[in-house]
């Protein structure tokens, strides 16, 4: 009825819907472009003009080239990859994907909070931070060994039990330790007095071997033998030692039964032959009997 002649025409001038920028273009919108050139025009360097280009790449090219003209449709692409990848959104937060064993961190958790590395005090908690980010306290904890220290009897204790397939590298580890917060060791008078008896008698044996030198005439060759040997066994005593130590051992400097053992009263005796014949002492470990 409207158009006779051309139907169709008329149809498809009625419901062709119009282009957004075919509308007038409201001023904030002339404005912003504006902006845009200008920051584009002055800018030094490659990578400011992608980071300005990239903030209207929702726009298509041929609008944006009737204020930048001869902005190549390559550039144009850049830009919005730039823009998908978030720089132009403003600082960025770094995720990091971390891929671990939990078999791993389980076992070495298990060492790290042992009686090899760790002491619970009788005192104090300490405030640390749980998965949540929320503040919690803990029971107090000494910390025997140094990080290195550590590592090193972990990857023995794992090479004596045949689990190396557990090792963390030692970068891991480290960073572990300083996560699980622990006081360090200074002292352990008053906390395991055993081992702060045993660490004195080394300083005082030590001390005598020094009066030795220089009293009555030792030979400095025997006085350093003397010095590095004992050094040597007070760091066995404070590492190799603790993951030799067990509850039955063919070794008897290393076998708890044994060594707890009343040597007179059979009522505080364990026979160390009931873990069978191999926890008979029949060797002889050389490093405790240096």
Known sequence: LMSPDNPKALMDKAFKPPSDYERPRPVKYEQMMQNVKEAF????????????????????????????????????????????????????IRHRRIKYSLAKVERFVQFLTSYKVTLGLPYGTRRVKDTQNRWIEIPNTLRKLRAGEIYHLYKRELELLGETSLLLPESTVK???????????????????????????????????????????????????????????????????????????????????????DPDDTAFQTDCTTGGDEYKHFRVCDRCEA
């Open 175 to 261: 960073k572990m330790i300083h996560i699980c917060k622990a006081e360090r060791r200074k002292s352990l008078h008053g906390v395991d007095i055993i081992v702060a008896d045993a660490m004195e008698s080394f300083d005082n044996s030590e001390a005598m071997i020094d009066t030795m030198l220089n009293e009555y005439g030792m030979y400095k060759s025997v006085h350093a033998s003397l010095i590095s040997n004992m050094r040597q066994s007070r760091q066995y005593l404070r590492t190799d030692y603790l993951i030799h130590a067990k509850e039955f051992s063919s070794y008897a400097d290393h076998c708890w039964s044994y060594g707890l053992s």
């Open 41 to 92: 025009e002055t800018s030094d360097t490659r990578s400011d003009r992608m980071a300005i280009i990239s903030l209207v790449v929702h726009i298509p090219l041929h609008e944006i080239r009737r204020y930048i003209p001869g902005l190549s449709s390559y550039y144009y692409t850049m830009a919005r990859q730039y823009a998908r990848r978030g720089y132009a959104s403003g600082p960025s």
